[in-house]
């Protein structure tokens, strides 16, 4: 999902504060946050057990990757199943970026904002971005069943809903916009929408029948073991620090030096810390709450048979899914750009307090359900919202793949693959229909001032179209009542 900038950003770490909320909210939501259920490495993921070795001395290979995510790990696996000799420097472990961290939704095209790069680059270009988020669906279908990776993937579909009925229109425009490119999405009015038994708080929607959700942790943990039993060298907890370009690429770590022909840098939100796309892309923060388990009753009263992952038709969205262990998980409300494209892995109260109020007015028979966890992570969003890819170096042999906003999963996943192709000395047409030229952002202090002005703007705009749902709730529950 391409994820709109928004949000009020005024620091990162603040206290919470329940600007706005009712009483009993804002105490049930400060004692969600207050007691431990922040998590510094994501909700989906835990350390491996078998962490790999930090590299030691030198190592020599034909491609380095660095970072273990989605990308990462799927160049990785393509390159050494072709019997390349493959490099993959990991500052953490795998899974410990946005791969680990996400909503799980695995979406195609119909999560392209048209709006925001269809005069920019045209309408033929438009159908290669759109063929291209595609693909990604079927790639990561594909390496599912390829490797036999079970992530608990449902192909539900998915589900763009409207909780006020000023969504409508926007929905509507959505489906026709997407139909010019090909993409069939069906409109559900409130009968449609209760028929498939989503919560009411949903009153219409948009429907793809492709793709669905999936549980990050268990694939990228997954494209971890693959990529390790196809012979990858993996060296976690090591940090690249610097590299020099030439015929040869040498990069540089704590404790070792690694020496490839080529370089992949799927570092995507962390890549300007490298160095690299400082001026074209912004690591953007999104949260994530989820609860404690459904109880039997508690699941049966929600219905919601098939799990359609759910996202709103906010200006910055709202996702809601339920997960193979009947918990649900919700993300993205506030996302938020740190000064000097930082990443700092620390919590970020206000986002969950949003969050936990969003689930709570979006899901109000669940209000005895708490929260077990909430986590942050970093996307990367350039200014046309479409994915950045391309080689530099004077021998053009590093390669880099950031940009893909919300849409990793499918994206970042297909990227890696084709960059693997690209390397092998093919040209896949799907990469070459991502070139185009990426505005470049403002510098310092001016950027954080215009992408936080406009969060703050379009938060606005949400948080009126929020307190009207808000109040028609609160109208339809004393009718309900007299
Ligand atoms: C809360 C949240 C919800 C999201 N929901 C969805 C969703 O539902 N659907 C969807 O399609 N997308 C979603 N996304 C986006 C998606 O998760 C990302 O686009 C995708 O995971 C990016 O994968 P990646 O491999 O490019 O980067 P990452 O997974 O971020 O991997 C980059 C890796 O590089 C490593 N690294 C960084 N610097 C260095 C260094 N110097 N040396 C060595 N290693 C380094 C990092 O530790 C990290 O592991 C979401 C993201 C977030 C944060």
Known sequence: MVIELNAGYAGMGKPPVAKGSGG????????DTAHGKYRTIGGWVERPLDLQRELEGE????????????????????LAQQGAKVVVIEREFAGFGASGRNAGYLAGGSGAKFDLFLDRIGREQTQKIVDYFE??????????????????YIDS????????????????????????????????????????????????GSYIKRGGTLDPGKYVMGLRRVALEAGVMLYENTEVQSWTTGRIVEV????????????????NAYTPQLGLLENKVVPMRVSAIETEPLSPEQLA????????GIVTAHRKMESHRLTARNTLVTTTKRVRYAFGSRTPNIPDSSAYLALIRAFRERFPTLKELTVRAC??????????????VGATGERQNVFYAAGCSGHGVGAQSLVGRLLAERIRGEEPALLAGLHHKTPTTLPEPLRWCAVNGAMSMLGRMDDKVDRAARAAAACDGRQASS
């Open 135 to 152: 693909a990604g669906v079927s790639h990561v279908e594909g390496m599912l069943d390829e490797h036999g990776i079970d992530c608990d």
């Open 24 to 31: 009993d909210f804002a105490s049930r939501a400060q004692t």
């Open 59 to 78: 190592v020599n290979a034909d491609v380095i990757i660095v970072g273990a995510g989605f990308a990462g790990l799927n160049a990785a696996i393509a």
């Open 375 to 388: 986590w942050s992570g970093y996307i990367s969003v350039a200014g046309d919202a479409l994915p950045v």
């Open 252 to 267: 540089r770590t704590p404790r070792g030096i690694a020496r490839a022909q080529f370089m992949v840098l799927a570092t």
């Open 301 to 308: 009263q929600l219905r919601w048979p098939n799990r359609e």
């Open 157 to 204: 579909g998915l589900i763009r809903a409207g909780i006020h009925p000023v969504h409508e229109a926007n929905i509507r425009e959505n489906i026709r916009k997407a139909a010019d490119f090909g993409i069939k999405m069906q409109f559900l009015d409130w009968a449609a929408m209760r028929a498939r038994g989503i919560p009411p708080a949903f009153l219409f």
